[in-house]
Structure formats: C-alpha cells, structure tokens
C-alpha cells in the first residue's frame, strides 16, 4: 500500500509539473489587432495623388493588423503600409487591400480614377523592345526559346539564376508550351495571350486555372482573358513586366509580375516567383517569332588528344553519374598494360548510374577526315554483375549544341567484352573512318560495363588516345 501511494503522488507530481510547464510557455496575445479579424468598415485606405505626376498614387493602410497586401489593378502588386502605384493609361482602376491578422484577412477595394495617359511614363526603351512602339499597329509577338537550355528553369528565391533546374532544349515538347504566342502591343498596352486552347501549368499552381491537383506539371485546357494590359515598370534598380487581370506569360505560376534580367530585340531572360512556393523562383527564355538564332559554328580541327590517367592529359573529363578517381593503382600489371597508375571508373547502382559515362566537350569540331579512330585499354573484373545486360565498352561521338538532345544525331562504337576477357587488360579501336565526312562532333563519351545496366560496377581504364 505504501508503495502504491508513493507512486501515485508522484506521478501526479509530475502530471503537475507538465502543466506548469506547459502554462508557463503559453504566449501572452499583448497586442489586439493581432489576435482579432477586423471588420470589413475597418479595413480602410487612402488614396492620394502625388505632387509631381497625378498618374502615381500613395496608397496608404489605416487598418488595424500586421501585414498590408495591395492589388493595384492593373496587374501589379505590393505590400506595406505606404505603398506608390502607377497609372501611365488613362481609366478606372480597382485597388484592393487586403489586411492579414492572426485571426484571417479581410479586403476592401476603392476605385482610382486617372483622367489622362501620361506619355512620359512610357518613354522607357524596354516598351519599344517589346512592342515595337507606337508605330507598330500590331505589337511584337514572343514565344518560348525551346531550342535553348533554361528555357524553363528554377532555382531559390534567394538567387537570380535557376540553380536547381534548367529544361534541356525541346524537352518539353507537346505539353502545350510551345505553341504559345505572348503579344505585346504599345496601342493601349494591349496583352494578347494566344495559348491555342492549352496552357502548361506549374503542378502547384495548376488548380487556380482547372487544372488537376498532382505532383506533375499538367497541361490544362484553358481560354486566356482577352481584355489584359501590360506594363513596364521600375523597382529598386530592377524592371518588371506586369500583366493585368491575372494575366501571365505562358507558363502558369500563379503570378503577374516578371523580372526583366536581359532583353534585346529578339531574346529576353525572365524571372518570376511562385505563388503557391515563395522559396522558389522560376525563369524564361523567350524570342521574338520568327527570330531564328544565327548558328556560331565552332572551327574545324584535327583532334590530337592522349591521357595515360596518370600525369600527361591535354584535356580534362567530365564524370557524369559515375565514380572516376585519376591516378589509380593498376589493378594487374600484365603485359598490355604495365602502367603503375590507370583511371579508376564505378558505376552507380539506380536509374541514374545506368546511364553514368565520362564526357568531354571540345572549343573545336573533330576533323574526321584527318583523324578518326580513338583508342583505349579497359579492365574487366569478373566480379561485376551482367546478368542483366551483356558487358560493353562504347564511345560515343556527339553535337553538344544539340543540348540534351546530343544523343539523336550521335555516332556511337559499341565493342562487346567476352568472359575470356574479364581480369585482364584489352586494347581497343573505335574507327570513325566510315563517318569522315561528318563535321558536326565535339563531344566525346565514354561508357564501361554497358548501358542500360541497373547494377554496379569497377572497372579501369588507361592510355585514351584520339590522334
């Protein structure tokens, strides 16, 4: 009984102590307007012209709460208690406020009534690159830079590069994105968005327009407003393009506003936040239609390229998905290969090491007609798997302007690796004579163990030579 009672007074001690613990961290609310929605007549702003240009107006917040979010109407958006909006366009412009608390938001709107176009405001040279001014009756009209790399692209709101994601040219093809028409038309600063029924949209964001909720990027049926405007404005030393009425350039992420980071009378660089993810911020490559890029070709040359993967290199690989150490104790001095020191080669286990290669990308087109066979020693242990793929040794000669593209218009050796040659050291030619009048090349890559191979492996190599 004695020891009953000891442990019931202690354990409802110690239920006492997580109360008071758990009292004493609670929050004291010292400020109201935190904790408390405000009322609909509470939410109130103020709309003043400024001294110099009747066209800007300071808004300014009179409502209790802690963030201010501003809808200026004509596309662009703010947030702060005193905030400046630009009119260049004579008209009727809905402001809306919309005042966050701990206890929900609540908006309000007033219209802002500019009586004239102020030309002034239109004189920056980012409204004639894109519009082709007021002569041009038509506008310009972009479209997506499919061809290049980062035509798409991501990276941390934090950066103005996409760090995380860069699209490969044409990768993606028929998902609706680019058959898109974007026209910018000085003329009331009409924004013509021409979708041709679909519009590919950010799988986070893609619900705002019916699309599905998922985790891929679909590509949704959807008819674009016809009555939105544009605008170039200036903020902290940067420009941005504004849409009005929800308006956006081709890829759907829920916003309005895009940062202008180049622009010439052909191409612009474009970046942009994401609604539905504030830590990212994605970007765009666009180019005038019809404007097609003028092909700098590298020059043709002779390659004469050699590494013992020990000391003496003329160039440097890439090693992509793989494992590469250089130098490398040699496995088995035989005969063929006495070397002290090879190249070390592992393939990774998973989808991305079937496809592990090193690579090299040359300032030069390999002259084939001169030289055009590439010769190198592999090492075979008979340890690795190829119950699933037969052992190979390819090399692969691509365009590397093609992007992720290159292996559609490769020529690519393939030498299989018999079990009598496992554990030893084999000397192997690919000849590229047959392909010498081919001036398209670049790129050399280099596969051990065989594509496609879903386990592991090591192997060596040494002595590469293209000469």
């Not at 994601?165 to 009409?190: C, H, I, R, S, V």
């Not at 759907?252 to 970046?271: A, H, K, T």
């Not at 690519?412 to 000397?427: C, D, G, H, R, S």
């Amino acid at each position: 009984m004695k020891l009953n009672y000891i442990i019931k007074q202690s354990a409802g001690f110690f239920a006492l102590l997580i109360l008071l613990s758990f009292t004493a961290c609670k929050k004291e609310n010292t400020n109201k307007d935190l904790g408390a929605m405000p009322t609909a007549d509470q939410v109130k702003f103020s709309v003043t012209p400024t001294a110099t240009n009747a066209n800007i107006v300071t808004l300014v917040n009179q409502s209790p709460g802690f963030k201010a979010l501003w809808d200026f109407g004509n596309g662009a958006t703010a947030d702060g208690n005193t905030v400046n909006a630009a009119y260049p366009l004579a008209g009727t412009y809905t402001v809306k406020l919309t005042i966050v608390t701990d206890g929900g938001s609540v908006s309000s709107t007033k219209s802002v009534v500019i009586a004239a176009t102020n030309p002034a405001m239109l004189t920056d040279p980012a409204f004639t690159t894109l519009s082709g001014g007021l002569s041009n009756a038509t506008g310009f009209t972009w479209v997506i830079d499919q061809t290049q790399p980062g035509h798409l692209g991501v990276g941390p709101s934090t950066s103005q590069t996409p760090d995380w994601y860069q699209a490969g040219p044409d990768e993606k093809n028929g998902l609706g994105f680019y058959d898109d028409e974007m026209t910018f038309n000085m003329n009331a600063l009409k924004y013509t968005y021409k979708n041709n029924g679909t519009t590919f949209a950010n799988a986070s964001n893609a619900t705002a327009i019916g699309g599905p909720a998922g985790s891929s990027d679909p590509t949704v049926n959807y008819t674009p407003p016809t009555n939105l405007t544009w605008l170039v404005t200036e903020s902290n030393g940067a420009k941005y393009i504004t849409i009005s009425g929800g308006g956006f350039i081709s890829y759907y992420l829920g916003v309005s506003q895009y940062q202008i980071l180049s622009l010439n009378d052909n191409e612009m660089w474009l970046r942009c936040l994401d609604k539905a993810n504030a830590g990212n911020a994605w970007y765009l490559k666009l180019i005038k239609k019809g404007y097609v890029r003028p092909i700098v070709q590298k020059p043709l040359q002779a390659a004469n390229l050699t590494d013992d993967f020990q000391a003496t290199a003329n160039f440097t690989w890439t090693a992509e998905n793989i494992d590469f150490t250089k130098p490398y104790d040699n496995p088995a001095k035989f005969p063929v290969n006495t070397s002290t020191k090879v190249g070390y080669y592992e393939k990774r286990t998973g989808g991305d090491g079937q496809y592990g290669n090193l690579n090299v990308t040359f300032p030069y087109r390999f002259d084939l007609s001169t030289k055009n066979k590439i010769r190198l020693k592999v090492f075979f242990p008979s340890g690795n798997d190829f119950t699933k793929v037969a052992p190979t040794v390819s090399v692969k000669l691509q365009n590397s302007l093609l992007g992720g593209n290159a292996y559609t218009t490769q020529a690519e050796i393939v030498k299989p690796i018999t079990a009598l040659q496992y554990n030893t050291w084999i000397q192997l030619e690919f000849d590229y004579s047959g392909i010498s009048a081919q001036t398209v090349f670049d790129k050399i890559v280099v596969q051990l163990g065989g594509e496609g191979h879903p386990n592991p492996g090591i192997f060596y190599l040494d002595d590469f030579e293209f000469k």
